[in-house]
DNA sequence: CGTCTGACGCACC
DNA sequence: GGGTGCGCCAGAC
């Protein structure tokens, strides 16, 4: 009932374990470029019905982690580390660990999955 | 409708 | 590297 939040998660939901996207990323992939803070807006939404959602591989475009803002900064860092990603600081090392969904996936997510040149 | 807000992003300085 | 400003989208009033 929700296309644009729906969308969020479902592209959320595809990043594998160990990956990091930022949030423009997300927005782009859930067919909404542009819409970076409205995929944070959807994800400081989440409740316990979305336990199956890794809020915690979403940082911004820098690698940095958003959810200090928030109180969630330390909780997203053990997260990520527990997975085997590595911060630098208090950043993640986009170039190693940034998730772009191949074409096989991007097909199954049936959605605007224009994957960048 | 208009305004404000913010887990953002980018261009500048 | 840090800091500022402005545009962006979706929601809440």
């Not at 316990?48 to 979403?58: L, M, T």
């Not at 200090?68 to 330390?74: A, L, N, S």
């Not at 990603?85 to 090392?93: I, M």
């Not at 969904?101 to 097909?107: G, H, N, T, Y």
Request: proline share 5%.
């Amino acid at each position: 009932m929700d296309p644009f939040r729906s969308a969020v998660l479902r592209v959320v939901r595809a990043v594998p374990e160990g990956r990091v996207v930022s949030y423009g990323q997300v927005a782009l992939l859930a067919g909404r470029p542009g819409a970076a803070r409205a995929v944070g807006a959807v994800l400081r939404g989440l409740g316990e019905a979305d336990g199956d959602v890794p809020w915690q591989r979403v940082v911004n475009a820098r690698g940095g982690i958003s959810t200090y803002k928030v109180g969630h900064g330390e909780l997203q860092t053990a997260l990520l580390e527990s997975e085997g990603v590595e911060l630098r600081g208090e950043r993640v090392d986009m170039a190693r660990y940034t998730w772009w969904p191949d074409d096989e996936l991007a097909r199954r997510m049936s959605g605007v999955c224009a994957q960048p040149t």
